[in-house]
């Protein structure tokens, strides 16, 4: 496997552990557990920064950028899903993250904004992760040379050296072991998860 593609797959799999214990939360809230804001301002604050910013951000500008050069449509087809999926996970992550913001009281508004978006961004990126492990990046390699692999190499590490400058990405793992340490990701549940998709969404 290319060192680019073994980077992102890395990071999924931390990512897989910052949802399983989100879902986690969710099912203690479902249970009883009071739900706090800062609950949503944690979770809110990985995915956006570096399930989105980090990870996304590696994705779309360099990885899908360079298909797209090769003749992957944006429109249509599986870089157009996964641009597609980004998106619609940011949907949700905005109103995880909005049950964050208020003061006084919690309200089940709140509450109920915090536990539809983790259910609706819970399944949507396992099988987003399922989709690229198992088919995307496959074929990304399938169509892309080895050099092209290599210069993409150098773009993820300048990427990350000005992403990761203020010592973001440290302080972003370190937030999502103290969430799994929290709210300790199901195995079980996480392996029943989802199966390799279809592009269903396409
Ligand atoms: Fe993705
Ligand atoms: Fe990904």
Redesign the pocket.
């Known amino acids: 496997m290319t060192r680019p593609i073994t980077i992102?797959m890395n990071?999924?799999r931390l990512?897989e552990k910052a949802l399983g214990s989100l879902e986690t939360c969710v099912v203690e809230i479902e249970g009883g557990l009071s739900f706090e804001r800062a609950f949503a301002r944690d979770y809110a604050e990985f995915l956006r920064g570096y399930a989105d910013a980090w990870?996304?951000g590696k994705?779309e500008d360099i990885l899908f950028r360079r298909m797209v050069e090769r003749g992957f449509s944006t429109e249509a087809g599986p870089v157009a899903v996964m641009l597609a999926e980004h998106r619609q996970g940011r949907a949700f992550v905005s109103a995880i993250h909005g049950a964050g913001l208020g003061t006084g009281e919690v309200t089940s508004a709140e509450k109920s904004a915090f536990l539809t978006g983790a259910r609706g961004f819970i399944p949507l990126l396992r099988e987003?992760?399922q989709k690229?492990d198992n088919i995307l990046y496959p074929m990304s390699e399938r169509v892309l040379t080895p050099a092209e692999f290599e210069t993409m190499l150098s773009e993820f590490e300048e990427f990350e050296r000005k992403a990761g400058a203020d010592g973001t990405r440290d302080g972003l793992e370190a937030l999502a072991a103290r969430l799994a340490g929290a709210f300790r990701p199901d195995e079980a549940r996480m392996a029943a998860g989802t199966p390799a998709g279809c592009w269903s969404r396409g």
Do not use: S, V
Request: charged share 30%; net charge negative; hydrophobic share 30%.
């Open positions: 992102l990071e999924h990512i990870h996304h994705e987003h992760i690229e």
